[in-house]
């Protein structure tokens, strides 16, 4: 009787856990499939060049070099069946790049759901923005000292 009581009460605390920090909303998750990443500020899409060649923004053309995916906590271009070319940086103030998944870091973005504005960059070098026509990675472009400039915010579209 005694072990049917603990494992009821254990029962509760478990269901209680659940419901608190159980499965994402959809509010929450991430959107699902391959999308396009614009740079709020020119309206133009990442593409994929190629592996270790710069990653450019291109006029929005729905081909497979500008559909994207997240592959654990990186950023990977549908071209490759395997998912293994993904965004990768070069250093600090310098081009994004096209990278093998082995070889590119993790970065880091706050949404990947439909329509979400966010960041992306790496801790090695920082932010992804356009600099003159260029998808640099380098130090925050603020507006007023405050918010992040529309050079480095990028929108998910599927």
């Known amino acids: 009787m005694k072990h049917l009581r603990i494992s009821g009460i254990l029962a509760a605390v478990l269901a ?32 994929w060049n190629g592996y270790n060649k710069p990653i450019t923004q291109e006029t929005c ?10 592959s654990a906590a990186k950023l990977c271009n549908y071209a490759s069946i395997g998912g293994d070319y993904c965004l990768g940086d070069a250093g600090r103030e310098k081009p994004v790049y096209g990278r093998s998944s082995a070889k590119a870091k993790q970065l880091f973005y706050s949404s990947l759901r439909p329509k979400a504005q966010t960041t992306i960059g790496a801790v090695d070098c920082g932010y ?16 007023k000292g405050k918010t992040y400039s529309p050079k480095m915010m990028w929108i998910i579209k599927y």
């Open 128 to 143: 992804f923005k356009v600099v003159k026509g260029k998808v640099l990675c380098g130090a925050r472009i603020l507006v």
């Open 16 to 47: 209680l856990a659940f419901a608190i920090v159980g499965p994402a909303s959809s509010a929450q998750a991430a959107g699902t499939g391959f999308f396009y990443i614009v740079n709020k500020d020119t309206g133009k899409c990442l593409e």
């Open 61 to 70: 053309k729905k081909t497979q070099y500008q559909w994207w995916n997240q």
